[in-house]
């Protein structure tokens, strides 16, 4: 049985001898050089940051690699039409949940519509004509997240490209007053406010806020340290150097999501600020039990407390992705028994096993036109003649004709919960 990793602190304040000064002086310099230890050369007030590997951090990272797999050979079992609504509503959670943690005030409709609008290439303005609402926003912060599913997504490389990610993420919700006033971030000081009055004060100065957030980007760069490791120590010297005077969350977290996207599986990245939400006091307490200055920089206990936290993205997700799966399974077998019985065409069964799927995975439950032309590989003419079919039969509904939008019947979706056996529907 292995002894309890304890923070530099806790050493401290456990050791009633008279030399207990020394002796926190001789563990942390003992910690910075051992062999085991990563360090990062960069020099804060708190100290130079590293990171100890104790065999909690281990057993950790190996947990989290074992149930990549599970995750990978899950999303594999998945069709393409389901995966990409699953990732649709990834987006929208990691949207609404980081929106959450800073106060931004989102509805899910608004993020839904983002990146609804985002997917399929359209402006926000379309989007708005489209659902007949007045004001939306997050298009730009939705087409970000969207990004990560493609793999030649560049990562930022310069302290302009940080700006211009803060720019598409929060800048057009920032007030006049709180928008960067340097040549790329804030000018002035800022502290952050907690139940106990101010709980961090950001980095001082641009030029200092500068040369640490280069630092940051040479450190993800480095091939020295794992990835999953530099990323979430980048993600801990963001928001310690706290670049701008509001925003630094939502864009922290965006950052982290694009390094871990690198290294993990996508399900689980986009299911990281969820996770994150869930646990918001264990992740503010990652930051403040790191920042004591008798822990002299050693971001180990933030490093596990991150990798807890996406082991919990990780559980969540495979239980949620295997009831999918049974779902999706089931829904597969109705939809193949209803075509062969009903004599559909290809292109018509098809359409159902869409809608289905639709029923299931969306949360808008529903198809467009164009949705279903683009799902059959058809013209607009022609898809509207398969779902003339499947009206016939009962086994879709209109939810609006201008523009045109169907769901799953009713009784196809008694049938689908259980509720009803299939010969109900003839």
Known sequence: MHTEYKTLARLFHADGSGDAFRNHEAFAKQRLESDSTYRTGIVTSLGELFIGMPRETIDR???????????????????????WNYIHHFIADELQATNEMEGVRSTRKEVEMAVEAASAGRSVEHAKRQNNVSDTRFGEFAKLYLNLTDNNTVLPRSLEDIRSVYDKIALDGIKE?????????????????????VEHEGIRGEDRISALLTQMLALVASEDMPLLISALASHFLFEYIHPFYDGNGRTGRYLLALYLSRVLTLPTVLSLSRAINERKSAYYRAFTVTEDKLNCGELTFFINTMLDL??????????????????????????????????????????????????????????SLQDIAEHCGVTKQSARKYVGKLEDLGWIERVSGRPLRVHAGKRLVAVMNGEMDMAGLF
Not at 333 to 359: N, P, R
């Open 310 to 367: 996406i082991l919990e993205a990780q559980r969540s997700l495979v239980e949620d992705i295997a009831l999918k799966l049974d779902r999706y399974e089931r829904a597969a077998e109705i939809s193949k028994f209803l075509s062969q019985k009903a004599h559909l065409d290809e292109h018509t069964s098809y359409l159902l096993h869409g809608v289905m799927q639709e029923e299931l995975f969306d949360t808008r439950k529903s198809m």
């Open 61 to 83: 990272i190996a947990e989290i690699l074992t149930m990549e797999r599970k995750i990978s050979n899950q999303w594999q079992r998945i069709s393409g039409v389901m995966r």
């Open 177 to 197: 007053s709180d928008k960067p006033d340097g040549k790329l971030f804030r000018a002035r000081g800022v502290h952050v406010e907690g139940p106990r009055g």
